[in-house]
């Protein structure tokens, strides 16, 4: 079983509607989460954190953890196709940062 | 800097020839990675320093991957013998920010050994 697990999709959305990107952990120690964007041939870049069960919000981005589950999703509302990317879960676990291989994400007009 | 830098940005390199790939990380961030990421594929960690501990080599593919961290900011991977299968793009990422474990990525060294 791999550390972090992710649907490598693609997960296709119609422009203006809800993207969920879900993410499963086998490590029940971990105590952060996170969620990077990677653009095409760009880096990945940090775009929400959360620690505790429950949600967080910021702006359009919505990140839930569920430690009893060991479980982490991102929603992204009203999508947009500028939000077409690849999406990477990473958990820190005990000891380091695990990335997931990443949700394609492709959002069309 | 502001960010995390990385040079060369591209290295073409034949195959046998040694590279090596500097990172220079966010002052003050006390842990940096080392990632490969190969065309369409995940991350792949290669090898983790934090501060004065010994670095965790386990992802190091081979014994021709070696890297150092210097005076705990600057990094240097470097590459013995390369290989067409080295061929990838390398990327550093600095952690310290105000989460434990949030990581900052430089733009990354893109390899090709032809």
């Known amino acids: 079983q791999k550390e972090v697990e992710q649907n490598s999709g693609p997960l296709s959305v119609p422009e203006g509607a809800i993207a969920s990107l879900n993410c499963t952990y086998s490590?029940?120690?971990?105590?952060?989460f996170f969620w990077y964007r990677q653009y095409s041939g760009k880096s990945p870049e940090l775009i929400m954190f959360i620690y505790s069960n429950g949600d967080k919000e910021d702006g359009r981005f919505t990140a839930q953890l569920n430690k009893a589950s060991q479980y982490v999703s991102l929603l992204i509302r009203d999508s947009q196709p500028s939000d077409s990317a690849t999406y990477l879960c990473?958990?820190?676990?005990?000891?380091?940062?695990?990335f997931g291989t990443g949700t394609r994400l492709q959002v069309f007009p | 800097g502001a960010g995390v830098s990385q040079s060369p940005s591209n290295k073409v390199t034949e195959k046998g020839k040694d590279v090596e790939l500097r990172c220079d990380p966010i002052?003050?961030?006390?842990?940096l990675y080392w990632y490969r990421q190969s065309l369409g594929q995940g991350l792949e960690f290669l090898i983790y320093?934090?501060?004065?501990?010994?670095?965790?080599k386990s992802g190091l593919p081979s014994d021709r991957f070696s890297a150092e961290r210097t005076g705990g900011s600057v990094s240097t991977l470097t590459i013995q013998r390369t290989q067409q299968e080295d061929s990838a793009v390398y990327l550093c990422a600095s952690e310290g920010g105000l989460a434990p474990y949030e990581q900052y990525f430089g733009p990354g060294t893109r390899l090709t050994v032809t």
């Open positions: 320093f934090q501060g004065n501990s010994a670095p965790d």
């Open positions: 990473a958990v820190g676990n005990t000891d380091k940062l695990i």
């Open positions: 490590d029940r120690g971990s105590q952060s």
């Open positions: 002052s003050g961030h006390t842990a």
